[in-house]
């Protein structure tokens, strides 16, 4: 009788563990997470870059037609304190300034203008302003704003080129206190009164890891990504983001050691520039879309 007991019962629990995985239901996923071991084929430690590496599929989330009058956008900021949008056009002082609140309607008056060639504009949550850089030499500025939020005049804070070139748009490192600016594959800081730090963030464009084997030339990163404009999260462990163009993806990096720690697909139907018409703010992915003159964005 006990030769023919042990066989019944490991049948029956075979049974009972393959009838629960049927009924069991998958959890629904919004991301991807892709997993790199501690270490690689050679036995070194992986340590040096990110052992996960975050996928996420963003969705569009609202847009604002621009006026005519420049190209190229330049930057959309975000305002916590008046909770308003500021979306610059590159090119000309006189090119639009256009201001809108979360639910996309536009407050600026019409004709409202930039006031200078901008470049960068960030939110500064010390000072509480809007400011930014201008083009070449016409230096770093803020709006003096109205009791409504809107701008009176512009005050230029330093005269002359205080970036890598007269094209930079930069973004406030709001951690460190701090501007920063692409600079071919780096990313320079500054200090906020405009003085190089002479601090420089190598960024291994592609790359989880010291052991991922990616490398990314000049030319690969000038025709495959957006090699102007980067944009600042404030995410732990993202804090730096850069477009890649070939790919219609955000990839977010360490900023302390430079390696991809996220990637974020853009669902976007036109052409992704390679030059400007980048932005980040409120949580958003901001594309401008040249041939519609639409800011889109996207989280």
Sequence with gaps: MKKFLLPLLLFLCFTNAETFAQKKKAAAVNSIIISFPDKDNNGNSNAAGNKD??????????????PE?????????????EKLYYAAQAGNKVFPLIIFDKSGTIVSKEGQETLIDVRGLWYNPKTKRIEGNGYDYAGWFYYDLDKSGLPE???????????PDKNSPGVLNTDDDEVLFLDGMNVVCYKTDGTDKKKVIQVHLGATSASSGTQISASDFDEGYNSRSIIYTGIKGAEIGFLNVAKKQVELYDIKSGYMSQV???PASFTIET??????SNGIYWLFDKQARMWMGYK
């Design 69 to 81: 009058g420049g190209a190229n956008g330049a930057s959309v900021v975000y305002n916590p304190k």
């Design 275 to 280: 030059f400007f018409n980048f932005s980040y």
């Design 53 to 66: 590496l975050r996928e996420t599929n963003a969705e569009f989330v609202m847009q604002i037609k621009i």
């Design 153 to 163: 005049q512009l005050v230029t804070t330093k005269e002359g080129l205080y970036q």
């Design 264 to 266: 974020i697909k853009i």
